[in-house]
């Protein structure tokens, strides 16, 4: 669309943009020297960007043959219902479908409604075969 203010940018957010747009967008707070370590892991992520301004984010983590997980999909309170979300997993879904091993298992963590945007790129619910468990420190 050539009005669309908005692009995905492959690449891993500056920890800078990470620690912003994770509270801002509801998501915990993360230390820099967490951030630091954590985006030097990831194994592939894209920026959102209106304009210049980082406005959304999503990575993918994981081992790089068997195991990946998606992670960090935001987009700023301000710029949602409009399809962007759906914008960040597209571009991490076609990485994957890109690099990953055919035998991959790739996982999320659904939070709320979110789990609506990612049944419409082949995520299911896995309970109650299994759940999803968690620990914080």
Same mark, same amino acid.
């Given at each position: 669309?050539? @009005?669309?203010p =908005?692009? +995905?940018?492959a690449? %891993? !957010?500056s +920890?800078?943009?990470?620690?912003t747009?994770?509270p801002a967008c509801g998501?915990?707070?993360?230390?820099?020297?967490?951030a630091q370590?954590?985006?030097?892991?990831?194994? =592939?992520g894209v920026t959102l960007?209106?304009? @210049?301004?980082?406005?959304?984010?999503?990575r993918?983590?994981? #081992?790089?043959?068997? *195991? *990946?997980?998606?992670v960090?999909i935001c %987009? $700023? !309170?301000?710029?949602?219902?409009?399809? $962007?979300?759906?914008?960040?997993?597209a571009? $991490? +879904?076609?990485e994957?479908e890109?690099?990953?091993?055919s035998? &991959? =298992?790739?996982?999320l963590?659904a #939070?709320?409604?979110?789990r609506h945007? =990612?049944?419409?790129f082949? *995520?299911t619910?896995?309970? !109650?075969?299994s +759940?999803g468990m &968690?620990?914080? *420190?």
């Open positions: 669309m050539p @009005d669309d =908005y692009t +995905v940018r690449g %891993v !957010p +920890v800078e943009t990470y620690r747009l994770r998501l915990s707070r993360k230390s820099q020297a967490a370590t954590g985006l030097a892991a990831t194994w =592939y960007l209106h304009g @210049d301004e980082p406005v959304g984010m999503g993918i983590i994981g #081992d790089g043959g068997c *195991f *990946f997980q998606i960090d %987009v $700023l !309170p301000q710029h949602q219902g409009r399809g $962007l979300g759906k914008r960040i997993m571009a $991490l +879904v076609a994957l890109e690099r990953a091993p035998t &991959a =298992y790739v996982s963590i #939070d709320g409604d979110a945007l =990612y049944e419409k082949g *995520f619910e896995t309970a !109650p075969a +759940v &968690a620990r914080t *420190f």
